[in-house]
């Protein structure tokens, strides 16, 4: 592709998207995931690896989501499917997935919404700020209705805000860290086109994290339960 992969323009050395570009990948990739989840007929695609150096663009920096190396074609009345080794990238993996090794629809779209909270910061998931990994950061100042600090600097003035803060929150709904509670990829669509953020609990549901029994002590091996208040 003419223009490479995300993650470049992202994190790497070229000169950064302006807004309206980040926008229209967003929403461009959210129907590419529209297309594998919903337009299948009687089967439907899980990517399995969503992620910025997975997206790339075209000379009009159109996105093409591409690497299907661990894509996997599934029944429509099927929930979602084990595999014995974890597929995918760290930090982009649902925290269900890391522990019961089944991918679905609702694993995607955390993948997708670590997407969007990068899109937005121009904050790899692999850097940690202020001693919080990129969802918890970026939650923690939506709490405070702080949101617009987690712009990327590098957009200066160049930022629509009523379409940031709908970006950003549709991707704090996706990581949700109870699944049922994730947007569809419907609904993260609807939300893009029209602007209008999903609703988001003001603080982050909080995990517990234990340590699996059958697996060497290690923060990539935690065992994540949802607490609900």
């Known amino acids: 592709m003419p223009n490479g992969s995300l993650d ?24 590419a995931l529209h297309h594998l989840h919903e337009e299948q007929g009687e089967k439907y695609v899980i990517h399995r690896d969503i992620k910025p150096s997975n997206v790339m663009l075209d000379s009009e920096f159109n996105p093409k989501l591409g690497d299907f190396g661990l894509a996997r ?24 997935y890391v522990t019961s090794r089944k991918a679905n629809k609702a694993t995607d779209m955390f993948s997708f919404g670590v997407t969007a909270l990068e899109i937005g910061s121009g904050r790899s998931v ?11 950061w970026v939650w923690h100042l939506y709490g405070q209705k702080q ?32 699944p049922s509670k994730r947007l569809t990829i419907e609904g993260v669509i609807h939300a893009l086109k029209n602007v209008i953020p999903p609703e988001v609990p003001v603080n982050m549901p909080t995990p517990r994290y234990d340590t699996p029994t059958n697996h060497p002590s290690s923060s990539r091996n935690q065992v994540i339960k949802i607490m609900h208040s």
Request: glycine share 8%; proline share 3%; with cysteine.
């Open 147 to 178: 949101l617009l600090l987690t712009v990327d600097k590098r957009l200066s003035q160049d930022v629509n805000e009523k379409q940031y803060n709908c970006l950003m929150t549709v991707g704090l709904s996706c990581t949700h860290p109870d």
């Open 126 to 136: 692999e850097n940690q700020v202020s001693d919080m990994d990129l969802v918890k």
């Open 73 to 96: 074609l599934k029944d429509s009345n099927e929930q979602g499917s084990k595999t014995t080794k974890l597929a995918g990238t760290l930090g982009y993996c649902a925290p269900e």
């Open 8 to 31: 470049t323009y992202l994190f790497g050395n070229k000169n950064p998207l302006g807004w309206s570009n980040r926008y229209k990948i967003a929403q461009g990739l959210a129907s």
